[in-house]
């Protein structure tokens, strides 16, 4: 059996961490962007970072993020991973890539067709994908709204990089979604919460282990 992977997303205190660790998940992500319920300073990031256990990659979640704030966040939080969730060109993507030196993974936000060919020209200069819902219109958030996308949209297509599942995934829906995307990895934010911000010590493991038991439907 394939081991997905999973990231889960927004975590404020040392708790999040731990417990996110013990569930099994592959990546944690730390969000700087004020408007989320999410949003951590620099200081904070590094405080629950080093509590990470080895297997536990840190990621860094930015919107359209200036070099200024990017300078700040990787000097003071160690990181595995950057995670571009704006509207970064990928000029822009390659950029940062290369000034600071860390993979990074490009969110692109897909409702229909249309946005699939941005998924391959990412895949050119990104290290990773990040498959999530675009946001309606007049939203505060680019992301972490819990809005999924039409799942079949992404079913059995491949790309040059690897990618992850994202928007609006729950611990009841998450086996479905992997099954039908072939998704090796997913992640979430809002549907492992108990209030917006406030992340949920149960939701996360059964989120964990309803991704881990998912059957992926293998690709010919
Ligand atoms: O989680 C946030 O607050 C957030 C803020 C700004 C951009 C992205 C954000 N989260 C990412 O959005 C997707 C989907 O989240 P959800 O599970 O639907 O709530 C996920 O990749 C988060 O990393």
Redesign the pocket.
């Known amino acids: 059996m394939q081991d997905i992977r999973v990231?889960i997303?927004?975590l404020t205190c040392a708790a999040d961490v731990e417990v996110v660790a013990a569930a099994g998940a592959a990546y944690g992500?730390f969000?700087f962007?004020p408007k989320?319920?999410?949003?951590v300073t620099p200081a904070v990031a590094r405080e629950l970072a080093v509590l990470a256990p080895v297997g536990l990659a840190k990621v860094a979640?930015v919107?359209d993020a200036s070099d200024a704030l990017l300078d700040e966040i990787t000097a003071q939080v160690p990181l595995d991973m950057l995670?571009l969730?704006g509207k970064e060109s990928p000029e822009r993507v390659a950029e940062i890539r290369t000034r600071y030196g860390l993979p990074v993974m490009k969110?692109v936000g897909v409702a229909d067709e249309e946005d699939l060919p941005m998924l391959g020209v990412y895949a050119q200069v990104a290290d990773q994908l990040?498959i999530?819902?675009k946001p309606p219109r007049n939203a505060d958030?680019?992301?972490?709204?819990?809005?999924?996308f039409d799942w079949r949209l992404v079913a059995g297509k491949r790309w040059a990089k690897p990618w992850?599942l994202?928007?609006?995934?729950t611990p009841d829906n998450v086996a479905t979604a992997i099954a039908m995307t072939g998704a090796r990895q997913v992640?979430?934010?809002?549907?492992v919460e108990s209030a917006p911000g406030v992340k949920d010590a149960a939701r996360i493991a059964a989120f964990v282990t309803a991704a881990k038991g998912a059957r992926v439907v293998p690709k010919l």
């Not at 680019?142 to 999924?148: S, V």
């Not at 994202?166 to 995934?169: F, M, S, V």
């Not at 992640?187 to 549907?191: M, N, Q, R």
């Open positions: 990231k997303c927004g992500g969000v962007f989320s319920p999410r949003n979640l919107v995670q969730h969110a990040l999530d819902a958030l680019p992301g972490g709204n819990g809005l999924a992850m994202a928007g609006g995934l992640d979430v934010s809002s549907g």
